[in-house]
């Protein structure tokens, strides 16, 4: 697979993130850590908790990107059947998937307020 440069990442014109895919990453990460951290609390092991919390995260991640590919199905089927190109839907499912990726800023956001909502009891 070959990197992209900066122009192209910055010359893509889909560069813009959609709100759907900023508020699933949000709220994916947001419970993601909040199960993590509950189990933990109720006396589960570290790695019981993290697997409970990696398995929400995909399956959270998992209906959000149906959700939005559904969606985009159904109130343009004849644009999105003409536009479909699936080594493009593949590459952008696997990107969506990388909390260090693309949508790192609303995933660390919803970490970030949910680990501080946590230990700080607001």
């Known amino acids: 697979m070959a990197q992209d440069t900066l122009e192209e990442r910055v010359n893509t014109p889909n560069a813009k993130t959609s709100i759907w895919d900023f508020l699933v990453s949000a709220y994916s990460s947001n419970k993601t850590i ?11 092991s570290y790695t019981s908790s993290a697997i409970a ?14 959700a939005k590919y559904a969606a985009q199905f159904l109130t343009h089927p004849i644009n999105y059947l003409k536009n479909f190109n699936l080594k493009e839907k593949v590459t952008e499912t696997i990107k969506f998937y990388n909390p260090l990726g693309k949508y790192r800023r609303p995933t660390f956001m919803g970490g970030t307020l ?3 909502t946590y230990f700080t009891g607001f």
Not at 34 to 44: F, N, P, Q, S, V
Request: glycine letters at 22%.
């Open 34 to 44: 909040k199960i993590g951290l509950t189990l933990a609390g109720l006396g589960y």
């Open 53 to 66: 919390s990696g398995i929400f995260y995909l399956g959270a991640k998992t209906i959000g990107i149906t």
């Open 114 to 116: 949910s680990a501080v």
